[in-house]
């Protein structure tokens, strides 16, 4: 059921994509319908956006002909880019070198069966032709100075000779030592290319199907079902490749293309403007489902971001909007790629390789095994085995293949249809703008035209208005925020301080039980325990207390010297009872401060969902009455700017009071004297009549206890509070501030850009005026003829992205 009606999508998305290259080519071939693109008058489509969107539905074509779901993987040269696509596929496809290796975008195919690698460049003219071109420069002297300046450079005099040789490129390599060989021998070429100052032909190479492809098997696919569709991996060239700035157009091409999106972030430099590139083609590109995997995980210390604070900070603050909480992987490339390959060719071998062959196998034993490796070690595939899986486990890198890659595997059909079809609703939506604009000017006089623009100069005067007017909003919620912070942090510090005081004032009335209990009264009433008993006759109590009496002495001084009520410490001599309180206490504020917590998330996210009515009420609601005035005034009804209410990823706060008091007690020693009953006939004498004072002596010995200050315990916890909700302001700032002003900055600028392009393709409209009588009308009926069949396509395009939903709900619910 479902291989037939992904065949019926497939048959209709096809068609779509190709009426729409045939339009947007109809509308190119047509002059007077688009133009040379105007620095101060952009329009909706010219003739440099419109050859841009013919390539966009070509390359959308080949995937769905092909039912070929393309993961795009970019990143910063650093970033670990290759190993994550080697650890995806586990085999090393692709080089690793601390250098720009990604001269050309490379598909690297997910092909069944596949076991060792091959690379395929159809498309090799080009390349050779630029060869021929550079052997005939190598041979002029105005070169020798340029030639003269790489002698040092061994990789690029390899190339000069290779060059010079007259041999051209293949197109097919066979093996990794192969691949490795084209690949940077291409870059390279891009290099010399550069040097001598002749340009590489880039532009022969801007649809997918022109690049060079890899086709291996998927060490982590092998033997899943095929799904009637394939799944490939993109890589890019970086956005910091060595400066070339030349392939800032091309990286930004391909992620337009690519059925979604995999950025390879560096966990080490997040908090850095290392990304900050990549991260703003990303923002302005908007477009595939985008992932982010955070690589170099592996090198966080204990004290270092966890994996919640990671997904947080990325979805909430480095690519807020693009990428969901759950769709955040940090992870180890370098231990993936280790693993997965191990296991790979244990599945394949039933043994690793030779580690004097195959370096990365001694990089596997030493990761998973240790330093102290040896070669026994890596005989016992058993050991083997064990170490692989835990290395993979370590690596993270599972939860990824199956959130990602086994999704888009299983689905790889209708995510390409799907793409596809958004693809052609944003295509459609503009061309239907675009002509109606050009039909609804060229229709009015010159007067009432003129009207207009102006009308959209005031619009964009009165966007600017709302865009203040979110700024405002965005400033009085965080003023709302900061302050609803100060008071929760004062009622927490009440709120803890009661909790001290109350359980410490229980910690005194056990340390006054503990003193007395080793008081001289006690302490004799436990020595009157320990002798024997004796016959009444012999000491009646009468006569013992007239005894003593009689020698001045009190019944009992009372006194117990040890316990200071007013003293701000607690001693034990029983540790146990000082670590029972401090749990006591730990305990309870936790407990404290989890109903903080709670109360401030929800008091929070209150503050939130006012700010988003505010949005809503005193942004959105304008914004749509500008775009109902200019749809009114043009008569254009299938003219809408989408607005999106900024969704706003809030930290939770940090606040574990774990070791808040790890170091509240404090193990002393005392000197403490004692009592015991003299020796000599004077103590014998006393111990007949039990005297308490009388013939007893002193002596010192050193007593361990454990002591607690209140003054400290109110400063940890003080100060553990003071540090969360002082950390909470700069999360605001981080998790709110920073993620809304780029979510209202994007939303403004796409609002302007909208109304500008109106603008733009209206004064075009303006300039037709001057045209005679004969070429507007010529022109109205062309625009008239493109026209004709763009609404049922919008329509088509929407149910078939209707359609694709369903099927991907169906084969969710199936799988589940």
């Known amino acids: 059921m479902h291989e037939k009606n992904i065949e019926t999508l497939r048959e209709e998305a096809t068609r779509l994509l190709q009426y729409g290259g045939e339009l947007l080519e109809a509308m190119e071939r047509n002059r007077g319908i688009v133009v040379e693109p105007k620095r101060d008058e952009p329009q909706i489509f010219d003739l440099e956006s419109t050859r841009v969107r013919i390539d966009e539905m070509h390359s959308e074509q080949g995937k769905v002909e092909q039912l070929e779901m393309v993961l795009a993987v970019v990143g910063t040269m650093k970033a670990g880019k290759s190993t994550t696509i080697n650890a995806i596929v586990g085999a090393e496809v692709l080089p690793n070198r601390n250098r720009p290796m990604t001269a050309l975008p490379t598909l690297i195919r997910h092909t069944p069966g596949q076991a060792v690698p091959v690379l395929r460049l159809n498309h090799t003219g080009p390349i050779n032709t630029l060869m021929h071109t550079l052997a005939e420069a190598a041979a002029h002297s105005d070169y020798r100075e340029a030639i003269r300046g790489l002698q040092d450079d061994k990789d690029m005099t390899a190339l000069l000779q290779f060059v010079k040789t007259g041999d051209e490129f293949q197109q097919c390599y066979e093996g990794a030592d192969e691949i490795f060989r084209f690949l940077k021998s291409l870059n390279d070429l891009v290099r010399l290319a550069g040097e001598f100052g002749i340009d590489f032909p880039f532009g022969s190479y801007s649809r997918i199907e022109a690049i060079p492809v890899i086709e291996v098997e998927f060490g982590h696919l092998r033997g899943k079902a095929d799904f009637q569709g394939r799944l490939a991996l993109l890589d890019t060239p970086g956005p910091n490749e060595a400066g070339q700035t030349h392939l800032r157009k091309m990286l930004r091409e391909q992620l337009r293309n690519a059925s979604a999106i995999l950025a390879v972030l560096d966990f080490t430099q997040l908090k850095s403007d290392a990304d900050a590139e990549l991260r703003k083609e990303l923002v302005d590109i908007d477009g595939a489902r985008t992932y982010a995997l955070v690589n170099k995980f592996d090198q966080r210390d204990r004290n270092g971001d966890t994996e919640d604070d990671v997904r947080a900070l990325v979805a909430g603050k480095l690519l807020p909007e693009l990428v969901r909480l759950d769709d955040v992987f940090p992870v180890s490339s370098k231990r993936g790629y280790l693993a997965n390959r191990a296991r790979t060719e244990l599945v394949a071998k039933g043994r690793l390789p030779d580690h004097k062959k195959e370096g990365w196998v001694e990089d596997f034993a030493t990761e998973a095994m240790g330093s102290s490796w040896d070669e026994d070690d890596l005989a016992d595939s058993e050991k083997v085995e064990s170490a692989a899986e835990k290395l993979w486990k370590k690596s993270n890198f599972q939860t990824l293949l199956t959130d990602v890659i086994e999704y888009a595997h299983a689905r790889a059909a209708a995510l390409a249809i799907d793409s596809a079809s958004q693809k052609l609703i944003k295509l459609t939506g503009d061309v239907s703008n675009f002509l109606d604009i050009r039909k609804t000017g060229l229709a009015q006089d010159a007067e009432k035209l003129h009207a207009q623009i102006n009308a959209i100069v005031e619009d964009i005067e009165k966007i600017g208005k709302l865009e203040q007017n979110a700024q405002k909003a965005t400033d009085d919620a965080l003023a709302n925020m900061a302050g609803t912070v100060d008071e929760r942090f004062i009622m927490s510090e009440k709120d803890v301080g009661a909790v001290i005081e109350k359980y410490f004032q229980e910690g005194k009335m056990a340390e006054r039980e503990e003193a007395e209990a080793r008081g001289p009264r006690a302490r004799r009433a436990r020595n009157r325990l320990m002798q024997p008993a004796r016959a009444p006759e012999e000491a009646k109590p009468a006569t013992r207390n007239w005894f003593r009496a009689m020698l001045g002495f009190e019944s009992d001084r009372g006194g117990n010297t040890d316990f200071n009520p007013d003293k701000e410490t607690i001693q034990f001599d029983d540790a146990s009872k000082a670590q029972e309180l401090m749990e006591t206490i730990r305990a309870r504020v936790e407990e404290v401060m989890a109903h903080a917590e709670q109360d401030m998330q929800d008091d929070l996210m209150q503050l939130i969902e006012d700010f988003k009515k505010r949005f809503s009420d005193h942004v959105e609601a304008p914004a749509h009455m500008i775009i109902g005035d200019i749809n009114k005034r043009l008569g254009d009804d299938g003219f809408v700017v989408k607005l999106e209410i900024p969704m706003i990823a809030l930290d939770t706060i940090e606040f574990s009071s774990g070791e808040m008091l790890a170091d509240a007690i404090q193990h002393k020693t005392r000197r403490v004297t004692r009592q015991r009953r003299s020796s000599g006939a004077w103590g014998t004498v006393c111990s007949w009549f039990n005297t308490s004072d009388w013939g007893w002596e002193d002596y010192s010995v050193s007593v361990e206890y454990a002591e607690i200050s209140l003054k400290t315990v109110k400063g940890m916890v ?48 303006e300039r037709d005026q001057q045209r005679s009588k004969a070429e507007k009308d010529r022109l109205i009926e062309d625009l008239v003829l493109l026209m004709r069949n763009v609404p049922a396509a919008r329509e088509d395009s929407e149910e078939l992205y209707r359609e694709t939903q369903h099927w991907l709900s169906d084969a969710l619910e199936e799988q589940a």
């Open 718 to 765: 003080g100060e553990r509070i003071k540090d969360s909700f002082n950390g909470l302001a700069a999360r605001i700032h981080e998790s709110v501030k920073e993620p809304v002003t780029m979510a209202t900055d994007k939303f403004f600028a796409a609002f302007k850009d909208e109304v500008q392009k109106i603008r733009g393709t209206l004064m075009q409209s």
